[in-house]
Structures are given as C-alpha cells and as structure tokens.
C-alpha cells in the first residue's frame, strides 16, 4: 500500500518562502516511483481544491497553476521517493492545505483533474500571515 506523506508546511511571512516535501512509502522503490506523475494542490477553507503544480514521472516535465507561475518550483528526488515543491515570494492568499497525490499516469498536463490521481497525502498546513 502506497502512503504519501507531507512536510515542511508552517507559519511564513509574506514574502517568505518555504519548502515543502513529499515522501512515498510501502512498495515503492526508485523505479515503481518514476513510473507516475506527482502533483501539489492545496485547499483553502471553503474553496475548491485547487491544482498547484505537477511533476512528470521522470522529472523532466512540469506544470503550474497559473497563480503559482514563477513562484513555485517543483522538483523530484526518485532515489529518495521524494517530490519538493519550493514555494517563494508567499502571499496570504497561498494559505491552505497542502496535498500531493500521485498520479495513474507518467506525464503531467494542466488541468489537475481528481478523478486521475489515486493516492493521497493526510496535508500540510501553509499559512502566510503577517
């Protein structure tokens, strides 16, 4: 059973940065890691959850949520079985759940649809406030 779990959320400044991680666990080796896709959305309260940025099985491709675009890095470990999303210039309206999923398929595209990610992390808290 492959579980996924979140770190590096906290309390930020706007303007700061921080970097968020997440780790695959169970069957999982470096080769069955590559094989999906992986993404970052985030849910704030009574908002839809929103597609952040996504990470093709390989590394090679990504994709960003327009409101993240030249914020955001997303980047990928497979050696560790760990996807980062480094998240500068924070505003207070990035505030929200941070969740990664994995994705059925290798390559990313822009749309973060949710019926096509079948493993979910539990979330990391993000807040940005002065």
């Known amino acids: 059973q492959l579980q996924l779990v979140e770190s590096g959320g906290g309390l930020v400044q706007p303007g700061g940065s921080l970097r968020l991680s997440c780790t695959a666990s169970?069957?999982?080796?470096?080769?069955?890691?590559?094989?999906?896709?992986i993404s970052w959305f985030r849910q704030a309260p009574g908002k839809e959850r929103e597609g952040v940025s996504c990470?093709?099985?390989?590394?090679?491709?990504?994709e960003y949520g327009n409101s993240v675009r030249g914020r955001f890095t997303i980047s990928r470990d497979n050696a560790k079985n760990t996807v980062y999303l480094q998240m500068n210039n924070l505003k207070p309206e990035d505030t929200a759940m941070y969740y990664c999923?994995?994705?059925?398929?290798?390559?990313?595209?822009?749309?973060?649809?949710?019926?096509?990610?079948?493993?979910w992390g539990q979330g990391t808290q993000v807040t940005v406030s002065s």
């Open positions: 169970g069957f999982t080796s470096a080769a069955t890691t590559s094989t999906n896709a």
């Open positions: 999923a994995r994705k059925r398929y290798y390559y990313c595209d822009n749309h973060f649809r949710l019926f096509e990610y079948d493993s």
């Open positions: 990470i093709s099985g390989g590394g090679g491709g990504t």
